[in-house]
């Protein structure tokens, strides 16, 4: 049964509608419209919500309705985390829009021009700058996520007209609002539209950073139904107590009691990481079938009456009605169902163990929990350089350039075959020219020749004349630009020519130089993949196969690359922070994950990051070693390669937040970052984290073409390897800057987990590539 919330013709656009829908739609309840009757009550104000069930009752004035929503979801947080203080600062909030916005915005609207219009005019913007104040050290009005306080003043804001310039933080706070998942469809679609300017003119309402030709269509599928309730949506609607739903999922622990005739299911589908217990007695449908599933492991669908439980730890319970073992557990010998031979028990797990079994730990709850975040930050991650007007561009996995110039790459290659069994694999191999017929004779004792078999004149001077000439068309070539000739494999080497892709191919180490062509035409573009480096590193941080996020911004300097990078982790903090607690709050009481997660992660996006050189950074790790502190390596000299141990150090006892660092010695960068006028640093920037040490490596890059062939030539990479990338800079080149971010190092830094093989699905590693 669903809320309906009756509405008057000219309510049907206004705020308090709005709010209502808003408000409904992120707490996911359903909410059905229907037209107000003419006799309703004056005190409704143009709306009223009737509630569903056998006590339904009327509800009238959008600050109550928002008021009884928020009580009725308590898991959506729309009243704060639940205590009183919050509760309160709330509530007050919801009485300022209505008295302070509301009011005036509607008498605003019937003001004769002049004076009297003037000055609500007046007390409304004075009412917007006591917010922006307020904003200034909040990022919501009550607490650290979105009450509905928030959505009330954003929906009063979007009707009353665009957040002027002199207001940034209320400007600042809305955009983050109405760009929520949840709020934007809703703004989108209201009256002033997304990204349109009020009937009053102004800046756009909504900053939607990429703008298509049209409006993206609502995501409301017309074919595609689950068929089911998911386990996260059941517990965090209270409404549907009374109701009948079906879930499906699989069993964490079963048990029986009074004598056989009952049976507990602790079901999980993997929304979240709390289950819902079932209860089924021996007389419900399938009651046998279930009952011999073999236990934890396996699946089942239930439909049943969802009811409030009675047990501690769980607000809710169903009482089925029909269940079905969808898959039991063969453990059992023979395949006989039984649960002895199950590798994942009821008992706790080491993440080890759960590595060992990789097919089956998205079961276990500390890796279900870090793919949930996984997701929600690949998610955030297309969301904010999207809205920020960035284009995703696919960057190739299959390479013959070395971005890095370090050589750690997979080499792939079909010479091999296909059958790992064979054993008269050949491989082609370069062999020595053959000679031409009469060879020999070239020397011989022609007349004007040399005694003994010399070389003659003539064929001297053809020689050298057939030499300048190929000399010249080389230059010419070169000049012309395009694609130079490879330079012949010395014999013996092995002949790539004959190959897939008729020269040596690697698994990519990064999709920058790729992308940067297309920032070359597009602007602002990013690239998001999978990436690989052959290093033999067998410690927590390092993997053979892992996600990076490239970034790169036309027309700009390390500053803005400084700044977008900054601006892309905290608002990656705050996504999770706000979409998910409920797993951040796991992690922080697990064995496996961080205390003081959530605090650390607030202080994050609380304070700027602290900005400093390289050299800065290497006076004060010099001061902390003669001031007694002992390092692994100790020998602090500019020029080294700081460690993780010096990383964190920095930005964890000396600064406690992250740190910036920037203008890196050349010798240990790579060829393309920007040389800076001293010649001996490069515009380089790294961002060191706590817990993790570096988590973004960026710089300018070099957009000189002299100075770039020069900075290859020194790092050993051979231009004609990236004669494209070295081309970008002759035709239309521009100042241009990125970074580099490492995902799995991003979602560590986020759940605290210590070990990065744990939130990757499959993780790659030297000697491991099982699954």
């Given at each position: 049964?669903?809320h309906?919330l009756?509405?008057?013709a000219?309510?049907?656009s206004?705020s308090?509608a709005?709010?209502?829908r808003?408000a409904?739609?992120f707490?996911g309840?359903k909410l059905e419209?229907g037209?107000?009757g003419?006799?309703?009550?004056a005190?409704?104000?143009g709306?009223?919500l009737?509630t569903?069930?056998a006590?339904?009752?009327k509800i009238?004035?959008?600050?109550?309705?928002?008021?009884y929503?928020a009580k009725?979801s308590?898991?959506?947080n729309?009243y704060?985390?639940g205590d009183?203080f919050?509760k309160a600062q709330?509530?007050?909030w919801?009485?300022?829009?209505?008295?302070?916005?509301d009011?005036?915005?509607?008498?605003l609207?019937i003001?004769p021009e002049?004076d009297i219009?003037?000055?609500?005019?007046?007390?409304i913007?004075k009412s917007?700058?006591?917010?922006?104040?307020?904003?200034?050290?909040?990022?919501?009005?009550?607490c650290?996520?979105?009450?509905?306080?928030?959505?009330?003043?954003?929906?009063?804001?979007?009707?009353a007209g665009?957040?002027s310039s002199s207001?940034?933080?209320?400007?600042?706070?809305f955009?983050t609002?109405?760009n929520h998942?949840?709020?934007?469809p809703?703004?989108g679609g209201?009256?002033?539209g997304?990204?349109a300017?009020s009937?009053?003119g102004g800046?756009?309402?909504?900053d939607?950073?990429?703008?298509?030709?049209?409006?993206?269509?609502?995501?409301a599928p017309?074919l595609?139904?689950?068929?089911?309730?998911r386990i996260k949506?059941l517990?965090s609607?209270p409404s549907l107590?009374g109701?009948?739903?079906?879930?499906?999922g699989?069993?964490?622990?079963?048990?029986?009691a009074?004598?056989?005739k009952l049976?507990?299911?602790e079901?999980?589908?993997?929304s979240t990481?709390?289950?819902?217990?079932?209860?089924?007695?021996n007389?419900s449908?399938?009651?046998?079938?279930?009952?011999?599933?073999?236990g934890t492991?396996?699946?089942?669908?239930f439909?049943?009456?969802l009811?409030?439980?009675?047990?501690?730890?769980q607000?809710c319970?169903i009482q089925v009605?029909?269940?079905?073992?969808?898959?039991?557990?063969?453990?059992?010998?023979n395949?006989?169902i039984?649960?002895?031979?199950?590798?994942?028990?009821?008992?706790?797990?080491?993440?080890?163990h759960?590595?060992?079994?990789?097919?089956?730990?998205?079961?276990?709850?500390?890796?279900?929990?870090?793919?949930?975040?996984r997701?929600?930050m690949?998610f955030a991650?297309?969301?904010?350089f999207?809205d920020?007007?960035?284009l995703?561009i696919?960057t190739?996995?299959v390479?013959?350039a070395?971005?890095?110039?370090a050589?750690?790459?997979?080499?792939?290659?079909?010479?091999?075959g296909?059958?790992?069994?064979?054993?008269?694999v050949k491989?082609?191999?370069?062999e020595e020219?053959k000679?031409?017929?009469g060879a020999?004779?070239?020397g011989?004792?022609?007349k004007?020749?040399?005694?003994?078999?010399?070389q003659?004149n003539?064929?001297?001077?053809?020689?050298?004349?057939k030499a300048a000439?190929?000399a010249?068309?080389?230059a010419?070539e070169?000049?012309?630009?395009?694609?130079?000739?490879?330079?012949?494999?010395?014999?013996?080497?092995v002949d790539y020519?004959?190959d897939?892709f008729?020269k040596?191919?690697n698994?990519?180490v990064?999709g920058?130089?790729?992308?940067e062509t297309h920032?070359?035409?597009l602007s602002d573009?990013?690239?998001?993949?999978?990436?690989?480096?052959?290093?033999n590193?067998h410690t927590?941080r390092?993997?053979?196969?892992?996600?990076m996020?490239?970034?790169e911004?036309a027309?700009?300097?390390?500053?803005?690359?400084m700044?977008?990078?900054?601006?892309?982790?905290k608002?990656c903090?705050?996504?999770?922070?706000?979409?998910c607690?409920?797993d951040?709050e796991?992690?922080?009481?697990s064995?496996?994950?961080?205390?003081?997660l959530i605090?650390?992660?607030?202080?994050v996006?609380?304070s700027?990051?602290?900005r400093?050189?390289?050299?800065?950074?290497?006076e004060?790790?010099?001061?902390?070693v003669?001031d007694g502190?002992q390092?692994e390596?100790?020998?602090?000299?500019?020029g080294?390669?700081l460690g993780?141990?010096?990383?964190?150090?920095l930005c964890?006892?000396?600064?406690?937040?992250?740190?910036?660092l920037?203008d890196?010695?050349?010798d240990i960068?790579?060829?393309?970052?920007?040389?800076?006028?001293?010649?001996k640093?490069v515009?380089?920037a790294d961002?060191l984290?706590?817990?993790?040490?570096e988590l973004v490596g960026?710089?300018?890059?070099e957009h000189?073409?002299?100075?770039?062939?020069?900075?290859?030539?020194?790092s050993g990479?051979e231009p004609?390897?990236i004669w494209?990338?070295l081309e970008?800079?002759?035709f239309g080149t521009?100042p241009?800057a990125?970074?580099?971010?490492g995902f799995?190092?991003?979602?560590?830094?986020?759940?605290?987990?210590?070990n990065?093989?744990?939130?990757?699905p499959?993780?790659?590693t030297?000697g491991?590539?099982?699954?």
């Amino acid at each position: 049964m669903a809320h309906t919330l009756l509405l008057d013709a000219a309510s049907e656009s206004g705020s308090g509608a709005l709010k209502c829908r808003t408000a409904f739609a992120f707490a996911g309840i359903k909410l059905e419209e229907g037209k107000l009757g003419a006799n309703a009550s004056a005190t409704t104000r143009g709306l009223e919500l009737i509630t569903p069930g056998a006590n339904s009752s009327k509800i009238g004035q959008s600050s109550a309705i928002l008021r009884y929503v928020a009580k009725l979801s308590p898991y959506s947080n729309l009243y704060g985390p639940g205590d009183r203080f919050t509760k309160a600062q709330v509530d007050q909030w919801l009485d300022f829009v209505w008295a302070e916005l509301d009011v005036p915005s509607a008498a605003l609207t019937i003001a004769p021009e002049g004076d009297i219009k003037k000055s609500i005019q007046g007390d409304i913007a004075k009412s917007l700058s006591i917010v922006d104040a307020h904003l200034v050290e909040h990022t919501y009005l009550a607490c650290d996520f979105i009450t509905v306080a928030d959505i009330s003043l954003a929906c009063s804001i979007l009707a009353a007209g665009p957040v002027s310039s002199s207001t940034p933080n209320l400007s600042r706070w809305f955009t983050t609002i109405a760009n929520h998942p949840k709020i934007a469809p809703l703004f989108g679609g209201s009256s002033s539209g997304a990204g349109a300017t009020s009937a009053s003119g102004g800046t756009p309402l909504v900053d939607l950073g990429l703008q298509l030709s049209g409006v993206p269509p609502p995501v409301a599928p017309t074919l595609y139904k689950r068929g089911r309730i998911r386990i996260k949506e059941l517990l965090s609607t209270p409404s549907l107590i009374g109701s009948t739903v079906t879930v499906s999922g699989w069993s964490r622990t079963t048990r029986n009691a009074d004598a056989g005739k009952l049976l507990f299911v602790e079901l999980n589908d993997g929304s979240t990481s709390l289950s819902i217990q079932c209860v089924m007695k021996n007389t419900s449908t399938g009651f046998d079938n279930c009952k011999a599933s073999g236990g934890t492991g396996a699946s089942f669908t239930f439909t049943g009456e969802l009811v409030e439980s009675e047990g501690k730890g769980q607000s809710c319970e169903i009482q089925v009605i029909k269940g079905e073992c969808v898959g039991p557990v063969y453990g059992g010998e023979n395949m006989a169902i039984g649960g002895a031979n199950y590798p994942l028990s009821k008992k706790s797990h080491g993440l080890e163990h759960l590595r060992q079994h990789a097919h089956l730990r998205p079961r276990a709850k500390v890796h279900a929990a870090a793919m949930r975040i996984r997701h929600a930050m690949a998610f955030a991650t297309h969301k904010f350089f999207n809205d920020n007007g960035f284009l995703y561009i696919h960057t190739p996995i299959v390479t013959c350039a070395d971005c890095e110039g370090a050589g750690e790459q997979f080499g792939i290659t079909t010479m091999l075959g296909t059958d790992p069994h064979k054993t008269d694999v050949k491989v082609p191999y370069v062999e020595e020219p053959k000679k031409k017929e009469g060879a020999e004779k070239e020397g011989g004792n022609e007349k004007g020749g040399e005694e003994g078999g010399g070389q003659s004149n003539k064929a001297k001077k053809k020689a050298a004349k057939k030499a300048a000439a190929l000399a010249k068309k080389a230059a010419m070539e070169a000049a012309k630009g395009g694609k130079p000739a490879d330079d012949p494999l010395p014999v013996g080497a092995v002949d790539y020519s004959k190959d897939f892709f008729g020269k040596r191919a690697n698994l990519t180490v990064s999709g920058q130089l790729n992308v940067e062509t297309h920032c070359c035409a597009l602007s602002d573009v990013y690239t998001f993949g999978p990436t690989f480096r052959a290093e033999n590193s067998h410690t927590s941080r390092h993997l053979a196969e892992f996600w990076m996020i490239e970034p790169e911004i036309a027309f700009a300097d390390l500053h803005t690359d400084m700044d977008l990078a900054e601006d892309y982790i905290k608002y990656c903090v705050k996504y999770a922070l706000e979409c998910c607690k409920e797993d951040l709050e796991f992690f922080e009481e697990s064995q496996f994950g961080e205390k003081g997660l959530i605090k650390r992660l607030n202080n994050v996006i609380e304070s700027p990051f602290k900005r400093l050189t390289y050299t800065e950074g290497i006076e004060l790790l010099k001061k902390t070693v003669a001031d007694g502190h002992q390092f692994e390596e100790s020998k602090i000299e500019w020029g080294m390669d700081l460690g993780s141990e010096h990383e964190r150090y920095l930005c964890e006892t000396i600064f406690k937040k992250p740190v910036i660092l920037t203008d890196y010695p050349k010798d240990i960068k790579a060829f393309y970052m920007k040389l800076n006028p001293d010649e001996k640093t490069v515009a380089a920037a790294d961002i060191l984290v706590p817990k993790i040490g570096e988590l973004v490596g960026g710089s300018q890059r070099e957009h000189r073409h002299d100075v770039l062939l020069e900075r290859c030539k020194q790092s050993g990479l051979e231009p004609k390897a990236i004669w494209w990338y070295l081309e970008l800079r002759k035709f239309g080149t521009m100042p241009h800057a990125g970074f580099g971010l490492g995902f799995e190092r991003l979602i560590l830094f986020i759940t605290g987990l210590e070990n990065i093989r744990d939130v990757i699905p499959f993780p790659r590693t030297p000697g491991v590539a099982e699954f």
